[in-house]
């Protein structure tokens, strides 16, 4: 029986692992740069889309998930330029990619959706290199490599002088400016990895489900903040690297309470309820015990 | 004080998860032991994937599978999230179910993905085309662990419909030739046309909803009678066909239930109820010991049957009393 936890457990890791992309991705809009990005539900289909279409039609795997980060890339681009460029509100201006991207996404699948069962995929490719047979284990390598991958890149990009302009730019805009850092150009730059990181999270994920739909990035950036607050709420991070390990963590523990909330057989309806609970608790822990210490705590952003 | 508090809530955290998890396997180990386990996945909860659940499990029962006597049903629902649907089916496969009746496409194909190191056999519903889908190689020999029961529409049956109320030699189509599920329709209409005496079918496509008009009114004078394939284009402008088939007399027949609504003399379509019980008795084989990857993929016969004499009327003809007595439904006091 406790290989079902086991199961459990190592499933809920490999979700925490995937979804970990979006999480991240999610981080470094609405906590480093202060951009509130809704892209992500699109953007998260788009790579998806571009992924499997280029794997159907015979691509390398590895190079169609590249390519997949590549058009998140370019999807986050054109939100920061709605932006920066035409001074659109950063929440209206995600709306309005998501929206389109909607569209986009139909167009690059030719239809709603595309199937990827039976097709070479990362997982299959690193099986078959490794000669590892069962599914999770190839799963959790492949998902593992990855995260592993990009949090090394990012963990040395954040530390280098334009990184610390981004992460600056989020914390004061004007200061920033002031030493001569072009914000418009950090913002861009913030939000286009964002999304191609969150595009590369959908191309996994749907080479690991064996399917891209049309719907699947519907709530993505309700997972992605409420795995951001989450980690934040329990694991308090400082420094880089910690930080992008909190938000892994906090990505973990959401898929394992919807996991465990799936075991439990509750209702299809109280699901959402539950994830909302779960991220009004973590959101409301930090300042219920400051107010136990008697510590002033600012009231809350309204945007 | 406050540094010791937030690593001593994350070990509680942790802690409280790792016992609910255990509890919850011992919960599963208690439930008493039932013939077969059979885990039920829906995408989202909506009146046609509902009754098919429905038509299911009371099919089951017919087939000696009784609830609560000697199957054990675990239903989920997706709730409309893609990533629900594979931790679901995931928990099915952790679980060990001795099969998955997986409702919709997506569930599927999560399922079909996450039994893949298992023998775990997998039925489907409510899915149009198991082949383009990616679960099944072909509609007779699926050749994996997947078998089910579609809901493809039978326009042979569609068009027989329309041929007993009114016999036409020239049959007129009005389609989107860019739909490519009209195109498969069409051309499963022209396979059937000879055994339903038609002599010739004539087409008129439409690009858009704005040229839906132009082409009904190309069709005047070429033909006997229309028949309206499930196509989204026409169906936005079914009216402008309706009103000039009423105009010049031309029996106007539609596929489906929603497209014969807009005015068409019959429609025909399937219940997702029967699509449910046709599921369950390809389960009932399965769970016998049958392999699946030999069980051929089951259509399911239409039986919702949409007349509408009021329209009848104005388009010059008359529907057979025989074939007004099949109705299941029949149109209000519209003119």
């Given at each position: 029986m406790l290989d079902v936890a086991g199961h459990v457990l190592s499933f809920s890791l490999y979700e925490g692992l995937v979804f970990g992309f979006v999480a991240i991705g999610v981080y470094l809009t609405f906590?480093?740069?202060?951009f509130p990005d809704l892209t992500v539900d699109g953007s998260f289909t788009l790579g998806a889309a571009v992924a499997a279409v280029l794997i159907v039609k015979g691509v390398n795997p590895s190079l169609a998930t590249l390519a997949a980060f590549g058009v998140g890339l370019c999807a986050g681009l054109a939100t920061s330029l709605l932006n920066t460029k035409l001074r659109i509100p950063a929440l209206l201006a995600g709306i309005l990619m998501m929206v389109a991207l909607y569209s986009i996404n139909l167009r690059v699948m030719g239809g709603a959706n595309v199937s990827l069962l039976r097709e070479v995929t990362i997982f299959t490719q690193v099986s078959e290199f490794l000669g590892v047979g069962t599914r999770i284990v190839r799963s959790l390598i492949v998902a593992g490599g990855l995260v592993v991958i990009v949090f090394f890149i990012l963990n040395w990009f954040l530390r280098t002088e334009i990184g610390l302009a981004l992460r600056a730019t989020g914390d004061n805009e004007q200061m920033v400016r002031g030493f001569g850092v072009n914000t418009d150009m950090t913002t861009i730059l913030g939000v286009s990895i964002s999304n191609g990181l969150v595009a590369l999270g959908g191309a996994v994920v749907a080479q690991g489900q064996g399917f891209a739909d049309v719907g699947m990035g519907i709530g993505m950036i309700v997972m992605g903040l409420a795995a951001v607050i989450i980690g934040e709420a329990l694991f308090r991070p400082k420094g880089v690297a910690r930080l992008l390990l909190a938000v892994l963590g906090g990505t973990f523990i959401y898929r394992l309470v919807i996991s465990i909330a799936l075991r439990l057989g509750i209702a299809p309806g109280d699901l959402k309820l539950i994830t909302a609970v779960l991220v009004i608790i973590a959101l409301a822990v930090p300042y219920l015990q400051k107010k136990v210490q008697r510590e002033w705590m600012p009231p809350a952003a309204r945007w | 004080m406050n540094k010791k508090i937030i690593p001593i809530l994350s070990v509680v955290c942790v802690v409280l998860a790792v016992v609910l998890v255990v509890v919850l396997t011992r919960g599963i180990g208690g439930?008493?032991?039932?013939?077969y386990k059979v885990g039920i996945t829906q995408i989202v909860t909506h009146d046609a994937l509902d009754l098919c659940r429905q038509g299911f499990i009371d099919q089951m029962e017919d087939e000696g599978f009784v609830e609560e006597e000697n199957v054990n049903y675990i239903l989920r629902n997706a709730g409309g999230d893609m990533s629900t649907a594979s931790s679901i089916a995931d928990y099915f496969v952790s679980v060990d179910v001795d099969l998955i009746f997986s409702i919709a496409t997506p569930t599927t194909q999560a399922c079909a993905s996450a039994v893949e190191d298992t023998d775990i056999p997998i039925v489907f519903a409510a899915v149009t085309d198991p082949v383009a889908a990616g679960f099944?190689?072909?509609?007779?020999?699926?050749?994996?662990q997947v078998t089910g029961a579609s809901d493809w529409a039978d326009v042979g049956a569609q068009v027989k419909l329309g041929m007993d109320i009114y016999p036409a030699a020239r049959l007129g189509v009005i389609y989107n030739d860019g739909e490519v599920n009209s195109v498969v329709q069409v051309d499963e209409l022209k396979k059937v046309a000879a055994s339903l005496n038609i002599t010739e079918i004539v087409e008129a496509t439409a690009a858009s909803t704005a040229d839906v008009y132009a082409a009904a009114m190309s069709l005047v004078g070429s033909v006997d009678a229309i028949w309206e394939p499930s196509d989204n284009t026409v169906a936005a402008a079914i009216g402008s066909v309706v009103a000039v088939c009423e105009e010049y007399d031309i029996p106007l027949f539609a596929s489906d239930i929603s497209m014969a609504k807009g005015g068409a003399i019959s429609g025909l379509g399937l219940d997702y109820y029967v699509n449910g019980q046709e599921a369950a008795k390809l389960a009932a084989r399965v769970l016998r010991g049958e392999n699946p990857a030999n069980i051929p993929i089951s259509t399911t016969p239409m039986t919702i049957v949409y007349l509408c004499p009021a329209a009848a009327a104005e388009m010059g003809v008359t529907i057979p009393p025989a074939v007004l007595d099949t109705a299941t439904e029949v149109c209000g006091n519209q003119s």
């Open positions: 906590r480093v740069l202060g | 439930q008493p032991a039932m013939e099944a190689a072909n509609w007779t020999v699926p050749g994996g």
